[in-house]
T-cell receptor, first 117, second 113 residues
Framework: DAGVIQSPRHEVTEMGQEVTLRCKPISGHNSLFWYRQTMMRGLELLIY????????DSGMPEDRFSAKMPNASFSTLKIQPSEPRDSAVYFC???????????????FGEGSRLTVL | KQEVTQIPAALSVPEGENLVLNCSFTDSAIYNLQWFRQDPGKGLTSLLL?????REQTSGRLNASLDKSSGRSTLYIAASQPGDSATYLC????????????FGKGTKLSVIP
């Protein structure tokens, strides 16, 4: 099993540029999560999808952030325009939704480290 | 709103010691609690998951306990090794009608050879 795959691993861009982060969840998982990690705020949930449908996007900081999941094996997180305060590590995670047979254990990708100059 | 607190923020112990990491949460209506390990520059690795109906889970030298009524969990590491050095994060799954994982800020563990 390849695990959750994220790209790019590192991204350095200038303020105002568009940034697109990509995620491939574990095959068969039906829940996908985008998190942001900073020293000051720790890990914050940005948005989560269940069966490709966005369920809770209350953590998305503002309209500059958008996320899509066009199919079960791919999701993107886009920032347009980017700002220096968006600099952080962005993690994607996937799981089987909690249910009778599923514990909801979460599996994380290696993260995308974003630096906005 | 669920809040998760981990104390201490950092811990340094000599190799071979047994140690306990603490996690507390404010809302006891949880689905499960997970402990993760994070190495520098890496993602999070799931260590143990305790469902709301369970009291503890064990994996090798690790034992996690859950007391929902008091809003507490502990991660016990036996016979610590330098390779255990990492940041350990506690996360609680809760939220009516949805599955939201709220993380603590972690405890950074250093095991000194």
């Amino acid at each position: 099993d390849a695990g959750v795959i994220q790209s790019p691993r590192h991204e350095v861009t200038e303020m105002g540029q568009e940034v697109t982060l990509r995620c491939k969840p574990i095959s068969g998982h039906n829940s996908l999560f985008w998190y942001r990690q900073t020293m000051m705020r720790g890990l914050e949930l940005l948005i989560y999808f269940n069966n490709n449908v966005p369920i809770d996007d209350s953590g998305m900081p503002e309209d500059r952030f958008s996320a899509k999941m066009p199919n079960a094996s791919f999701s993107t997180l886009k920032i347009q325009p980017s700002e220096p305060r968006d600099s952080a590590v962005y993690f994607c995670a996937s799981s089987l939704a909690i249910g009778q047979a599923n514990t909801g254990e979460l599996f994380f990708g290696e993260g995308s480290r974003l630096t906005v100059l | 709103k669920q809040e998760v607190t981990q104390i201490p923020a950092a811990l340094s112990v000599p190799e071979g010691e047994n140690l306990v990491l603490n996690c507390s949460f404010t809302d006891s209506a949880i689905y499960n609690l997970q402990w993760f390990r994070q190495d520098p520059g890496k993602g999070l690795t799931s260590l143990l998951l305790i469902q709301s109906s369970q009291r503890e889970q064990t994996s090798g030298r690790l034992n996690a306990s859950l007391d929902k009524s008091s809003g507490r969990s502990t991660l016990y590491i036996a016979a610590s090794q330098p390779g255990d050095s990492a940041t350990y994060l506690c996360a609680v799954a809760s939220g009516a009608g949805s599955y939201q994982l709220t993380f603590g800020k972690g405890t950074k563990l250093s095991v000194i050879p």
